[in-house]
């Protein structure tokens, strides 16, 4: 199974050409499902979700499964912000703010990170964490993914104010639920880890991977925009995740890095490329 996750693409923000390199690359790679983990929009408003809606055309035919990011929450509408924060959101991608995607071999699970009267920082609630873990518990799939906005883990210094409140008290919870990989975005600083890294105990096969932004010029310490890719090999028991970059000398995107992550149980090797 064959996922791709694409993260803060800002419209109203986006790069024409970025965004054609993309549609290009995606009918190329032709994924099963299609992960959206948040800032989908620059300002929350319904023109936005709308450009997102025609990009989402575009692409070859796939499940779609999205959660919100702080920018998708109004900033300058206060009154829409308090009373219905996800009006556009929900009128693009339903009603259900973690929402699950079961293939049987491949268990994704998304949270709502985002906290309106916060609008920046991101917070996992106890009755999140509790939801999440139940599900995890409950599905027999070999693959146990879960997607949020806000990240558990970060590289630079002057993201640590970035990282979720409750993240260790999610991590630790939803690993010992089953789930293996958590998907991110927000800090547009893409990047691949191992949870223990950070919350020392767990499994050294429980990662977390970073998306950066996908189509925006608001790029970050020079990042390509990019995506990332995750794959479940079945006949070597691993997941494949890889961070596709867009290049300007072929106005394209190439993958850029491959980790091979065996599962617990699992026979694969890990390795980067």
Known sequence: MRMIQLSDLHFGTERPEVMDALVTVMHQLSPDLLLLSGDITQRARRAQFRACERLLARLPPAAIMAVPGNHDIPLFNLWQRLVAPYAHFTRTFGDDLLPCHDSGQVLVVGVNTTCPRRHIDGTFTEKQIETVAHRLKASHARVKIVMGHHPVDAVLESDERNIARGAERAVRTWTQAGMQLYLAGHIHYPFCARLERRYPGLSP?????????????????????SFNLIEWLPAQQALQLERWDYTPAIEGFLCAEQIQLPLRGGAGSSGSG
């Open 205 to 225: 096969e429980c990662w977390t991977f970073q998306a950066g932004t996908a189509i925006s010029f608001r790029v970050r310490d020079h990042k390509a925009n």
